[in-house]
């Protein structure tokens, strides 16, 4: 399924759906460590979520030896978990008793095309003939969801149903509707997984990669009909230039296609179209590249054309996909705005809290799942190797640890004795423990990520508490000690591009002002901020006792509206508020944090006035100069410190009377200095770098 899309399956399959029965997996999850070295993949719960159907041949869905081989193997969409440490395959939407039928489906394409990269990759690295056959029959099966004759070819059904009856339309409505009359996330999947398909069967089973090549080049076909022909063309989006020509409006999903044609086409390298297509797309994906060092996204590729304040953890692999276009076509300029995402904005997540599911761009929806943590790691790796970037494969150490116990609820999401991985982690630390399709798969293309770099494995194991954090938090407006303006609270927080953090802004018009405490006693409440684990209090290290603070503002488009900034008597900064052309947007203006150019000490009050204009601030971003975070477990901790200036900056790392490495990076990832030390250590961060402290 789509992240982020309802779970609302119901809990009882009929026996009409063909349920199988629940799997006799443990409820709990196990210490993390594989032992003795171990591989960390387990494939045991993705082999339980799989079924077989035998749909019938139709006018337009039909697939590979279809008539000699009917059966078709595909997972169920979603796991429940039962009592007694079972789990129950679930579909999506509500269950009719009489038919068998879910309102959207049994299966979906979106999980058959990851379930497929999975098992060829676990084929490519391993070796094992189980998952070449596994992977076999998931790619068949997903040649039948793609349309293959009509206006609309190339194209995917999403869902399917328990009997093997496609289902177009499904309850709720998804776009585009019927799911295969236009390009999707599913079309993007579906090349992901026919593109490394071709890749490994082509040495071995030629006639079987003629049959992808020809699902590809159809899908192929299909982008460049309803995608790439826009290329070259811009879209305005509040202002700003925009691509045209991303798979369903983003560079999300145009990465995931990136995956796939870049396997593809260092396979078959005189596809000249595939080749377009993936150069094209690419283009497109570097282009949504955002901000700097200072600057919100710092330096993030945003996921959707359609909002300039918006990021999401969940299929946020463009550095990923970047990197692996770089490698194919060997151009070195893709990775640059990769490289950024990394160091920029990767850095800040890590010292935030973590892969959250929604930045609107404040941390505002801090579910965490496997699709973010998996997207964040495969991202940090492919990057990190293309570059020759040692320092993003230490940043990946930090991000792994996330299945191990480096998350809110402190306990691990996956279990290597199991293959588990949760179906996600709650902002209050409580744990989803239904383990379906997409957490599965996402668990499992980050152990074979960690497999394959062991190294990282074993820090990513052994650091898996976070200890203190001192990161970006958030202050909301409306918590103003004094004020002159008004609180607005909107019928709906959501604007249809951001999201009003707190669900209230505060209102200035010319002359009203606002005094607001830097520390927002709500915030250490939900976990934000300073201290171990995140709540107020942790010990700055120099520089790390002045931070930067970023007014989050509603920004009218065309008009101009002024605010003055001040920290006691000194001004901080005057800030013009104002966006240009509405475009494509669904709202006019823009909800953006915007710096103040000067630092203040932490733990103050900051006083703002209206000058022109009406001024809606939503809240404050509050950045450490130096932000850090430290992870622990059994004998060894690693600590990250980031530098938010564009400056070279001095800070501490290390703990007094231990023993301590000390790697500090550039903002490219690049070893700068490697230092052993016992006890602490002061270290020159470059603009934009970074540094990290491991021991054991």
């Not at 944090?593 to 404050?620: C, H, M, N, W």
């Amino acid at each position: 399924m789509v992240a982020g899309a309802a779970l609302v399956g119901s809990l009882i399959i009929a026996p009409t759906a063909s349920a199988p029965p629940a799997s006799a997996l443990p409820e709990g999850i196990a210490p993390a460590a594989a032992p003795g070295g171990q591989s960390l993949t387990n494939l045991a719960h993705l082999d339980f979520l799989l079924d077989d159907v035998s749909p019938e041949e139709i006018a337009g869905h039909t697939t590979y030896r279809l008539a000699e081989e009917p059966e078709l193997t595909m997972p169920w969409t979603y796991a429940d978990a039962r009592d007694g440490g079972t789990f129950e395959r679930v579909g999506g939407g509500p269950l009719d008793p009489a038919t068998g039928y879910w309102g959207q489906g049994a299966y979906n394409a979106d999980d058959v095309s990851r379930a497929a990269v999975v098992y060829l990759r676990h084929w490519q690295q391993t070796g094992s003939e189980t998952s070449k056959e596994s992977a076999y029959e998931l790619l068949r099966s997903l040649a039948y969801f793609q349309t293959t004759t009509g206006q609309f070819a190339g194209n995917v059904v999403l869902w399917m149903q328990p009997d093997g009856t496609l289902n177009p339309s499904p309850e709720p409505v998804e776009l585009p509707d019927p799911s295969d009359s236009g390009d999707s996330y599913w079309l993007a999947r579906t090349l992901w997984a026919l593109g490394e398909g071709y890749a490994a069967f082509a040495p071995v089973d030629s006639d079987f990669a003629d049959f992808l090549q020809q699902r590809l080049q159809l899908a192929v076909d299909a982008v460049d009909r309803e995608v790439l022909g826009q290329y070259g063309q811009y879209l305005i989006a509040d202002g700003v230039e925009v691509p045209a020509w991303l798979i369903a409006g983003g560079a999300d999903a145009s990465a995931e296609a990136i995956l796939g044609l870049a396997a593809y086409v260092s396979a078959a390298p005189d596809d000249a179209a595939a080749r377009t297509a993936l150069e094209q797309l690419a283009e497109g994906v570097a282009a949504m590249r955002a901000g700097d060092i200072t600057t919100w996204p710092y330096g993030a590729i945003l996921p959707w054309t359609e909002s300039r304040s918006l990021w999401h953890a969940w299929g946020s692999q463009m550095p990923a996909a970047l990197a692996e276009a770089s490698v194919t076509l060997a151009d070195s300029r893709l990775l640059a705005p990769a490289i950024a995402d990394s160091t920029g904005f990767t850095t800040t997540l890590i010292t935030a809290g973590g892969p959250d599911n929604a930045w609107l761009p404040a941390p505002i929806d801090q579910v965490q799942i496997a699709y973010g943590a998996d997207s964040r790691l495969q991202s940090l790796l492919a990057v990190g190797d293309a570059a020759h970037a040692s320092g993003l494969l230490d940043l990946a150490g930090f991000v792994g640890a996330w299945y191990f116990g480096a998350n809110r609820s402190g306990a691990p999401v996956y279990n290597p004795e199991t293959g588990v991985t949760f179906d996600g982690v709650q902002p209050d630390g409580t744990v989803n423990r239904n383990s379906g399709a997409e957490s599965t798969i996402h668990g499992l293309l980050s152990m074979l990520a960690l497999d394959a770099h062991p190294t990282v494995a074993v820090r990513a194991q052994s650091i898996a508490t976070i200890g203190e954090r001192d990161g970006l938090r958030v202050v909301e407006a409306e918590s103003a000690s004094t004020t002159t303006g008004s609180v607005v609270t909107p019928e709906s927080s959501w604007t249809g591009e951001s999201q009003f953090s707190g669900g209230a802004y505060l209102r200035l018009l010319p002359g009203q002002s606002a005094t607001i405490a830097l520390t927002d006693a709500a915030a250490a409440a939900r976990g934000g901020g300073r201290g171990a684990p995140g709540g107020p209090g942790a010990p700055g290290k120099g520089s790390d006792d002045q931070v930067l603070v970023e007014p989050v503002v509603n920004q009218p488009t065309g008009a101009t509206a002024r605010s003055q900034w001040k920290a006691g008597a000194p001004t901080i900064g005057v800030l013009a508020h104002g966006v240009g052309a509405q475009g494509v947007t669904a709202a006019p203006g823009a909800l953006l944090p915007q710096p103040l150019k000067k630092s203040t000490p932490d733990g103050g009050e900051i006083t703002v006035r209206a000058l022109t204009g009406t001024v809606e601030l939503d809240a404050l971003f509050v950045r450490p100069v130096v932000a850090r975070v430290v992870y622990t477990g059994g004998t060894a901790s690693a600590e990250l410190a980031h530098s938010n200036v564009d400056r070279p900056i001095a800070t501490t790392m290390g703990t007094e009377g231990i023993t301590t490495t000390v790697r500090v990076y550039d903002a490219t990832g690049g070893l700068v200095k490697r230092v052993v030390a016992r006890g602490s250590s002061s270290v020159q961060l470059p603009p934009g770098g970074f540094a990290t402290a491991t021991t054991g």
